[in-house]
């Protein structure tokens, strides 16, 4: 009877960790095979005290139509198209996997004529800093965001850098001014105040 219950142990403590491997797995697939893709945003701070510091990624989440309707509640795949100067917008929304890279989103939000609001998915939301480092991060950007207002440029300073596969998206890096948003602000913040 012992032997049973130690067997049957192992097999749930397997089980049990097969889940979380299996999770770290596709995510790891997705970070080493995906579809590259630079996206501008627009980054707040917000503080859950169960999931640490992270930056919230905002993005233009608007995509048009590639059919003439589309039912509400049910899942859209958005490919992605440059822009003039590279980085990655929504393109067309259809509710098929297409061809081309796409990102999966649980629904949509409304449609407005022929484009769509897109509810996006959390995997592509947030970005996690550490505790030091996140707070910082807000107000750098508010720091880019007001100096590009003063030079009248509409030149990109924060952008994300995704990777995509098979509809999942991860956010693999967040720049700013072209630089691992945490050595930006490490070089910015943290090492003068340090002097």
């Given amino acids: 009877m012992n032997h049973l219950r130690i067997i049957f142990f ?6 049990y960790l097969w889940f979380p491997a299996q999770l770290i797995r596709s995510n790891e697939i997705v ?11 627009q980054p707040i701070d917000p503080y859950d005290a169960f999931r ?28 992605l198209k440059s ?19 796409y990102i999966r989103v649980p629904s949509y939000g409304g449609l407005n004529y022929d484009r769509v609001w897109l509810q996006l998915p959390q995997d592509m939301k947030r970005f996690y800093l550490n505790e030091e480092i996140a707070p910082l991060a807000e107000e750098a ?7 590009r207002r003063e030079m009248g440029t509409t030149e990109v300073t924060a952008f994300a850098r995704l990777k995509v ?3 999942k998206v ?5 720049y700013f001014e072209g630089q691992p948003v945490a050595e930006y602000v490490r070089e910015r913040f943290l090492s003068s105040s340090k002097q």
Avoid at 33 to 41: A, F, K, Q, W
Avoid at 52 to 79: H, Q
């Fill in 170 to 174: 991860r956010v693999e890096q967040v």
């Fill in 10 to 15: 192992i097999i749930v403590m397997g089980i």
């Fill in 52 to 79: 640490g510091r992270y930056i919230i990624l905002s993005y233009d989440a608007t995509a048009s139509l590639g059919v003439d309707t589309v039912a509400y509640g049910i899942p859209l795949y958005v490919t």
């Fill in 31 to 41: 970070l080493a095979e995906g579809y590259t893709c630079d996206m501008s945003l």
């Fill in 141 to 147: 950007f508010r720091e880019l965001q007001r100096t």
């Fill in 83 to 101: 822009d003039s100067l590279g980085y990655c917008a929504f393109d067309k929304a259809y509710p098929s996997p297409p061809e081309a890279p």
């Fill in 165 to 167: 596969l098979d509809g």
